[in-house]
């Protein structure tokens, strides 16, 4: 079944966007009748069956409830690369493995100071329907990383960078409990960014001997994240 993030309904019944009704009617030739998957990105997974198509909405009826998608509790702050494909990759990647929320940040050091977060929603919602996600991540606006302070920030704290030689291993991170992780510009953070961080409570984060690229550090944590998260009790 084609999966969509449905923006308005319930556990009865909804309705798609403009944008969504008519890829469905129009490029998947979809009908009343047919049956699609659908989330309102909280977790749920339901099969739905399409009750009508107009010019600008698609109106479905719950037939049952596929899967339950356990909530994500990773939180990573991460400065945008010079590249965007490869930081757009991050966030595809980021979507598919189930990260809570995304905080681009403004570095010191960071080459790209500027991030469309209308393009990378975008680009969110594909990586969605594509893996049949129940969670959608939420993806803040890129802010200056002092301004963390201004978040609710969750007990466990972890800096990534390579200014320190007493680093926790990620083998040692409780993945199971909330958390944010910040990974700096290729750069690295600056002196002054990781005294901040470490007077805001975060503990330096040890990636392994190699360094690694800004999108490659991210991608690992949400991996690893994922596999512990699925793990038994």
């Known amino acids: ?47 739905a069956e399409i009750e009508n198509i107009a010019k600008k909405s698609l109106q479905f009826k719950i037939v049952n409830e596929r899967r339950r998608q356990n909530a994500p509790l990773l939180q990573i702050g991460i400065a945008p690369t010079k590249s965007n494909d490869r930081f757009e990759w991050f966030i595809e990647k980021a979507v598919e493995l189930g990260v809570q929320k995304i905080i681009p940040l403004l570095c010191e050091h960071s080459e790209r100071k500027i991030y469309k ?23 803040s606006e890129i802010m200056e990383l002092k301004n963390l302070d201004k978040l609710d920030l969750p007990e466990q704290r972890y800096i990534a960078s390579l200014n320190s030689s007493e680093r926790i291993a990620l083998s040692e991170i409780d993945f199971k ?52 998260a699925l793990q038994p009790e």
């Not at 990378?120 to 939420?138: V, Y």
């Not at 953070?189 to 984060?205: C, I, M, N, Y």
């Open 117 to 139: 977060r209308d393009r990378g929603l975008r680009i969110m919602e594909a990586a969605f329907k594509q893996s049949h996600k129940g969670f959608m991540p939420d993806l």
């Open 177 to 228: 409990q909330p958390q944010l992780i910040l990974i700096g510009p290729e750069g690295d953070f600056s002196p002054t960014e990781v005294a901040w961080a470490e007077h805001q409570g975060f503990k330096h984060l040890d990636l392994g001997p190699e360094v690694l690229r800004t999108e490659t550090a991210a991608v690992q944590i949400a991996a690893i994240a994922q596999y512990e």
């Open 1 to 47: 079944m084609n999966h969509f993030l449905a923006r308005e309904g319930d556990s009865t019944q909804g309705l798609l966007n403009e944008s969504d009704s008519h890829h469905a009617s129009r490029v998947l030739r979809l009908k009343p009748g047919d049956r699609i998957s659908i989330s309102y990105g909280d977790g749920l997974v339901y099969e």
